[in-house]
């Protein structure tokens, strides 16, 4: 998001935005949200001991919370920033402590399969464990805890602001959320006690027995599939394949509703051949219904000079995933498109009809179709 440097938070702000108002979320000028009493602070507010680390000699540590395996020196921190090793032990600097605090529309996230129209309280800190070229939210993902404004926000405080507002979920998003994974558990236990959804968006770049641990608390998940080639992912985010491609098929096994996001990004993702190949592993190791949103990218952060994705692009990359045999293939950051709504694929019709994050009209019953009663995968309804 840097456009010569000119109203970089301003612009986030706006695309975190979505026309409805912010419980709490630190302007340029560091003033608290209105819904929310305290200020925000710049610095260090609490530390977590961390759930998964291995403590080696020489008081060094490596982290074994993503397939990166920081191995971290007494007083050092991991690549992602926010976890750093305290006399042999890897503490987590974000625990309780978000610089982000919205409400969001469901569909924001993007999960269009997870009950319509619904709200989503959703929360972020500081940090990440990749570091992508395009990232639209890099001022507080590539930041340091000590860069950004957060607010002292303990589970408790999370849950009965959601409760409060009428937030249905509680969505744990804008950076990558497994960064600050002991909160999102915290977090996630709570709003279970209280009737509420757990939801995240993420790289998927975790390791597998953290992940399954945090199946327990969570309810949806959509997961940036970023391109189908190991070598986009070295390039452009620092990361790898295939531990994404492992949590996506943990996330299928453990039962939790997966929906997936490709942005496709001129000249770097955008070959139809990838693309097929990619659908085909989406059907084949998670079913044909999956949804997959193709997303449009505009010029942010380090991809300044790649202009934006030409619509006809999407269009051809949902015609390829359709060929394919996926069921749900939707095209986001063209909000007047007709691929933001659903449609049932046995009648053909459209069952929940979208403008943006607004919904016009939902044409379903009992989690199936309103029309010709097929069911459609999704979380329609919470017991």
Not at 15 to 37: H, Q, R, Y
Not at 201 to 219: K, M, T, V, Y
Not at 288 to 300: A, G, M, V
Not at 330 to 337: D, E, L
Request: aromatic share 8%.
């Amino acid at each position: 998001m840097d456009r010569g440097k000119k109203g970089g938070r301003r612009d986030f702000l706006k695309l975190c935005g979505a026309g409805l108002c912010a419980v709490c979320f630190p302007s340029p000028s560091g003033a608290p949200g209105k819904a929310f009493a305290q200020a925000p602070q710049k610095g260090l507010i609490k530390t977590r001991l961390s759930s998964w680390y291995q403590p080696l000699e020489g008081g060094a540590v490596r982290c074994e919370l993503c397939p990166r395996g920081c191995l971290i020196p007494p007083g050092q921190r991991g690549f992602c920033k926010v976890r750093e090793n305290r006399d042999g032990r890897l503490f987590s600097l974000v625990c309780g402590n978000p610089c982000a605090i919205h409400l969001d529309p469901i569909e924001k996230k993007p999960l269009f399969h997870v009950l319509p129209a619904s709200t989503a309280l959703s929360i972020a800190t500081a940090g990440c464990n990749l570091h992508c070229k395009f990232c639209q939210n890099w001022e507080f993902s590539q930041a340091s805890p000590e860069e950004v404004y957060s607010y002292d926000a303990p589970p408790e405080l999370i849950v009965r602001k959601a409760k409060e507002m009428g937030a249905r979920s509680i969505a744990h998003t804008y950076v990558e959320p497994t960064v600050f994974y002991e909160y999102m558990l915290d977090v996630g236990s709570a709003a279970r006690q209280a009737g509420l959804m757990n939801v995240m968006h993420s790289n998927g770049f975790i390791n597998p027995e953290p992940l399954q641990n945090l199946c327990r608390i969570l309810d949806a998940a959509n997961i940036d599939l970023k391109a189908f080639s190991d070598s986009f992912y070295q390039e452009l985010c620092g990361g790898s394949l295939s531990p994404v491609l492992e949590t996506l098929k943990t996330l299928k096994k453990q039962e939790i509703h997966v929906e997936i996001t490709n942005l496709v990004i001129p000249t770097k993702n955008d070959d139809l051949s990838e693309i097929k190949e990619m659908c085909l592993w989406i059907k084949k190791n998670l079913g044909p219904d999956t949804p997959l949103h193709f997303s449009r990218f505009y010029p942010l952060y380090r991809l300044t000079k790649i202009p934006p994705t030409p619509v006809s692009v999407l269009e051809k990359a949902r015609e390829v995933a359709l060929s394919a045999g996926l069921a749900y293939v939707y095209i986001g950051n063209v909000p007047a498109h007709e691929a933001w709504s659903t449609y049932c694929p046995g009648c053909k019709k459209p069952i929940i009809q979208r403008t943006g994050y607004m919904i016009r009209e939902v044409r379903m019953k009992e989690g199936g179709c309103g029309y010709c009663g097929k069911s459609i995968p999704g979380i329609w309804r919470t017991s």
